[in-house]
């Protein structure tokens, strides 16, 4: 994977995260498109409270809604998700490439051991 | 490009070729931790390490830059210590002294999580080691680390679903 990773993009989906009420509607989301009016439903807030949370995850571009229909349904968007999970992925090498030193490492500890041991 | 788990954890199994009690001592002696830990180019001129549930633990890496040396520190707590066997610590960008900046000084809404977490399992295996290292982008244990995780959780099966198509 050589996924580059934009460094503000990547934050302004961070800052979409967090919030509990904007992870509930993306996971509800995660199982098909709604529309403003049934993502509200679960929660005890206005519907221009709910339609703020969603223009703040539609500015992240985690949300997109469809442009021909009145009710213009919401659906997600999992490319900037797809970034998250980079950021996560973007450690295995720096691990990897450690794991790799300390063999080396070990080789050489060992074999000084050894020798000392046969003197 | 989905790893197993979750879409905030990297997992890394190896057989290291050595007793369990040495691989120990690579993750809990200063002095050979400084000898692998650092990434390429970069070397460790400091290692604290408290070692015991509770205890801190204060790292340097220190990168050569065309603008001279740049140094990074790191800082944390033990979580879990079972010698030979289990370790678990935090991780969060500090400073020198191990004071850890908010998360508004850093550019990032409040309650955005600032600590990872790095748990070392080891198993001997014959004079050999089973080493299973995951680095967890929120720890359990943090604020909010339940709603994060379930949602991290259900977004990952669905980027899994939308990789395949």
Redesign the interface.
Known sequence: ?TATIDEDRL?ET??A??N?TR??I??RL?EGGATVNELAEPFEMTLPAISKHIKVLERAGLVVRGQRAQYRPCA?D?AP??E??A???R??P??????D???????Q??ATKAGKGND | ???KG?????E?E?I???PAA??WQ?WTDPE?FK??????GATIPVAKMDVRVGGTRLVCMEVQTPNGPMRMWFTGEYREVVENERLIYTESISDENGHVPAPSDM??????PTTTEVRVELRDIGGRTK?V?T?V?IPHDSP?AA??A???G??????AA??DR
């Open positions: 994977m934050s961070f800052a995260l967090a509990s992870r509930a993306l996971a995660a997600l999992p998700l797809e998250v999970s950021w996560a992925e450690y295995r720096v691990w990897e490439a450690r794991f030193r300390m063999d080396d490492y070990l080789k500890l060992q | 490009m989905i790893d979750s879409a905030d954890a990297v890394i190896r290291v070729d050595a040495l691989v690579m050979h000898a692998w830990y650092g990434p390429d550019g990032m809404p409040e309650g955005h080493m290292m680095h982008g909010g709603g994060w379930m949602a991290l259900k977004l990952t099966a669905y980027i939308y990789s």
